[in-house]
């Protein structure tokens, strides 16, 4: 095998490898078009606390430097993220968003299966967003688990946690927070909890995503934003 073939595979195996490892992938590795960034959030957005060893999980602490290395890298063009994540700890999940937001590269979302809870600003935080027919996305009020201190003080803090989500997420696409606010807090939908379930034509319909799409809607989407940026 001479050093070019050599070099071919060095580089599928680092590929799947860091698919396998990270749920990355850096497409059109042949600069024939632009190099797009792909990333994928799965399962639970895990935070400050580990959480159980048999889930699936997005961790942000791995995946900020990520972003932070696609904002700097001269190789990538754009990043298209994939998202089926049940939610998880909000802080973290805000702040993924907040870095995605503030990439100056072009960047699209995908909602594949659902975007609950705290991946709501994650799916709107991009400069364009699809959602598969099938896809869900789940609003409702900020959650705890575990003991809290039943205190002015604690309703107060989540409070204000509710109003930076609400805040972002009316800031990054067309739904208005009095709109939102109501569908956070819908009562009629959710047998044990308050909130709202809203399959893929109704998150369109609602102003929160752009369009319903697949995975060549979005390529092609965020080729189209490259093309754009580099005009």
Do not use: W
Not at 84 to 100: F, P, S, Y
Not at 109 to 119: E, R
Request: charged share 25%; aromatic share 4%; proline share 3%.
């Amino acid at each position: 095998m001479n050093t070019e073939q050599n070099d071919v595979v060095e580089s599928k195996r680092y590929k799947d490898e860091k698919i396998e490892k990270e749920g990355q992938v850096t497409l059109d590795e042949n600069k024939s078009r632009h190099r797009i960034h792909l990333i994928t959030i799965i399962g639970e957005i895990e935070g400050h606390e580990n959480a159980g060893n048999q889930s699936k999980v997005t961790k942000y602490e791995l995946l900020l430097p990520q972003l932070a290395s696609i904002e700097d890298s001269e190789d990538i063009d754009g990043l298209l993220l994939l998202l089926n994540t049940m939610g998880g700890d909000v802080e973290a999940g805000l702040a993924i968003a907040e870095m995605v937001a503030s990439l100056s590269k072009p960047t699209v979302s995908l909602v594949l299966g659902g975007s609950q809870s705290i991946g709501v600003p994650i799916a709107v935080s991009s400069d364009y967003s699809f959602i598969v027919p099938s896809g869900t996305m789940v609003i409702h009020p900020v959650r705890v688990n575990g003991m809290v201190i039943g205190a002015p003080q604690t309703f107060s803090y989540f409070r204000d946690v509710q109003d930076r989500i609400t805040s972002f997420v009316c800031s990054h696409c067309n739904i208005t927070q009095n709109r939102f606010e109501e569908l956070m807090m819908e009562t009629q939908m959710l047998t044990k909890d308050v909130g709202t379930v809203l399959a893929g034509e109704e998150a369109v319909r609602e102003g929160i995503i752009n369009e319903i799409g697949g995975i060549a809607q979005a390529i092609a989407k965020l080729h189209e934003l490259i093309d754009a940026a580099s005009r």
